[in-house]
């Protein structure tokens, strides 16, 4: 998933979400902070737009747990303009914090901005590996590896949260989607796949590691 809404206003939350899915972006919404923190769990995001002002757990206790579990960028999108709020959206790890009302063309240009400079680089290193984002392509120790997009997608989404543990349920539903047809069980035989092409002894991984009744981490 692209772009997770955390926004109570109904009608905010679907105008945003009709923007952003036709400039192309897949979308969840969730209207208060446990559903929130929910989604994220099952299915990660790319970015998250963030109130403040939740029913329940508040925007920032939400920017919080997530910015714990991993650097996913975060805007914080709210009424509150006090300084004091602003710079604790900031400390607790908000990457943009913007206020009501705003311009949906500018929320829209500061998320691909956020995008852009995330992955401008267009590699990712990681000890001997090198992930050539544009090519879609692993290196490792200056050789091409043989990778199909899904292996490739899989092995990019555990580098980029390395060190956290992401479950099977998330892993799935971000490499093959929701809606897929395919059984969970297809997870475990890319993870294999990977390991055999990674890992100097598959039987006992030092990267790709598992987290029994959880799902996987990856371990520099």
């Known amino acids: 998933m692209d ?16 923007f952003l899915r036709a ?3 897949t979308v969840s919404a969730a209207e ?8 994220y769990e099952k299915y990660g995001a790319r970015l998250v737009l963030l109130d403040i002002n939740l029913p329940g757990i508040d925007g920032f206790a939400v920017c919080e747990a997530i910015r714990k579990s991993g650097n996913t960028p975060i805007i914080m999108l709210t009424a509150r303009v006090s300084k004091e709020d602003k710079l604790n959206g900031l400390i607790l790890g908000a990457d943009d914090y913007i206020e009501k009302p705003y311009d949906i063309d500018i ?8 995008f852009r400079r995330r992955f401008a680089d267009d590699k990712m290193t990681e000890g001997d590996l090198i992930l050539d984002l544009a090519a879609e392509r692993a290196i490792k120790n200056g050789t091409p590896l043989e990778m199909t997009a899904k292996e490739f997608e899989l092995l ?3 580098i980029e949260n390395k060190g956290q543990t992401l479950t ?10 929701i809606d897929s047809d395919s059984e969970q069980q297809t997870l ?11 890992e100097q002894d598959p039987k006992r991984p030092v ?3 598992t987290v029994w009744g959880k799902g996987y981490r990856w371990e520099s």
């Open 32 to 39: 208060n902070g446990e559903k929130a923190l929910s989604l």
């Open 107 to 114: 929320l829209l240009a500061k998320i691909k901005g956020i």
């Open 168 to 177: 099977k349920e998330r892993l799935f539903n971000a490499v093959w989607g």
């Open 3 to 18: 772009i997770l809404i955390v926004e109570d206003n109904k009608e905010l939350q679907q105008l945003l979400t009709d």
């Open 156 to 158: 990019k989404m555990l």
């Open 23 to 25: 400039d192309g972006y």
């Open 207 to 209: 990267h790709i590691l």
């Open 188 to 198: 475990t035989v890319h993870i294999n796949r990977l390991r055999e092409k990674i």
